[in-house]
């Protein structure tokens, strides 16, 4: 059975910066993309940034770009996200999820398996 567990959530200073980790269990997980989207009160779930098999390619979304940085250990089934200046609006329930594919990708239809989520309070 896959398993997603997010970690590192909490409630931050805008400006500040905070590190999600998700480790993955199950199957072999170094075969497959891999990607966090979030859910803001009020909105549906977005993308915000994916990362394929080898960890050599990435996208984010517009709204991250140069601020929020994904990156995957296979030895150790962990994906990351590094999130800096962070800002009022990238409060939300941030997702780990694993794709059924190997290519990085923003579609979450491309993603079989979720976490529970993990708060990200940004105070202004």
């Known amino acids: 059975q896959v398993q997603l567990v997010e970690s590192g959530g909490g409630l931050v200073q805008a400006g500040g910066s905070l590190r999600l980790s998700c480790t993955a269990s199950g199957r072999t997980h170094s075969s497959y993309a891999m990607g966090w989207f979030r859910q803001a009160p009020g909105k549906e779930r977005e993308f915000v940034a994916s990362i394929n098999w080898s960890g050599d390619r990435t996208s984010y979304a517009d709204s991250v770009k140069g601020r929020f940085t994904i990156s995957r250990d296979n030895p150790e089934n962990t994906i990351s996200l590094q999130m800096n200046s962070l800002k009022p609006e990238d409060t939300a329930v941030y997702y780990c999820?694993?794709?059924?594919?190997?290519?990085?990708?923003?579609?979450?239809?491309?993603?079989?398996?979720w976490g529970q989520g993990t708060q990200v309070t940004v105070s202004s």
């Open positions: 999820a694993e794709a059924w594919l190997a290519t990085a990708s923003l579609q979450e239809t491309d993603y079989a398996y």
